[in-house]
């Protein structure tokens, strides 16, 4: 048996000729790409996060810390390692399967896109039996119509007593158009109600006048869907008292977060943020007078 060095299988190699496969190309670039929803267990129930949409947003500074110098923004920014001239936002409603019911919190920007993401998350929007509108905003409301029709033929509708009633009083294309055809099958709650089993809805007043955060509990199991009580995980959570240009009330929503966001640090419970980073999931510590956002990695696979 002739022994090889690996001299010689160094040599060896280089004497082989480079072949040529016909029909052989390199791989393509396909682009980004990023799952669209994400499932877990909460006790007996199953939660899947839907992102329905993102978008990219010019001058941050004229939607968040409008309270604050530019240098404070621009420092908070470069230690988040966060671009000064960029925001991106995520659109995320939920799906809570309780085994009885499907629920639906909040419709994104659009049936299309809402139907869509849906059907690739295994629901279709006929299956859906209750739709909770955290609040009335175009971005939570927008996939309740598809081409003038509900996209939702066999839900009935939950949300708080005091943003129906203010948004009945506004002048608004959206809500006339997509929120008041559907009053008929409306149930409308106050703080502490609940919707269904194992749901607990909570004031969280400020972003709009009456934005509603929600409490799902299942087998000794916990989240909170917070909406839009933060619009971001730095400049608005980690900074509860920055001013947020889509806040109605911008006192009374700092005031809403502080407290929220101190009893999410204290229970340390996971929760869903609306615009939080895909899959939107995270938990909450205290830090310094604020406060920092920690994304879940394998937590709620368990």
Do not use: C
Request: no cysteine; aromatic share 10%; net charge negative.
């Amino acid at each position: 048996m002739t022994k090889m060095t690996r001299r010689k299988l160094l040599a060896t190699a280089a004497a082989v000729p480079a072949v040529s496969i016909p029909g052989w190309a390199a791989a393509p670039m396909l682009g980004p790409s990023q799952a669209r929803f994400r499932r877990f267990a909460l006790g007996e129930f199953e939660v899947t996060t839907l992102l329905a949409g993102t978008a990219v947003r010019d001058k941050p500074q004229s939607m968040f810390g409008m309270n604050v110098s530019e240098e404070e923004f621009n420092a908070v920014s470069e230690a988040a390692r966060l671009p000064i001239d960029k925001a991106k936002f995520f659109f995320t409603p939920t799906i809570v399967n309780t085994g009885s019911d499907l629920v639906l919190f909040d419709t994104g920007l659009s049936g299309e896109s809402i139907t869509e993401t849906l059907s690739e998350a295994g629901y279709a929007p006929d299956m859906v039996t209750k739709v909770v509108l955290t609040h009335m905003h175009g971005d939570h409301i927008g996939g309740l119509m598809t081409e003038g029709a509900p996209t939702f033929p066999n839900a009935n509708y939950i949300t708080a007593t005091p943003e129906f009633d203010a948004w009945s009083k506004m002048e608004n294309d959206r809500f006339e158009s997509n929120v008041a055809p559907l009053a008929d099958k409306m149930t409308f709650i106050e703080d502490g109600a609940t919707g269904f089993g194992g749901h607990t809805a909570i004031a969280a007043y400020g972003h709009t006048p009456g934005h509603m955060i929600h409490r799902i509990e299942s087998a000794g199991q916990a989240i909170v869907l917070i909406a839009d009580l933060a619009n971001h995980y730095v400049w608005s959570l980690a900074y509860p008292d920055w001013e947020v240009r889509f806040d109605m009330d911008k006192q009374a929503a700092a005031q809403s977060r502080r407290r929220v966001l101190d009893m999410l640090a204290a229970e340390q419970l996971p929760f869903v943020g609306y615009h939080m980073p895909w899959p939107a999931t995270g938990f909450v510590e205290k830090r310094g007078d604020g406060f920092a956002y920690v994304p879940t990695s394998y937590q709620l696979s368990l």
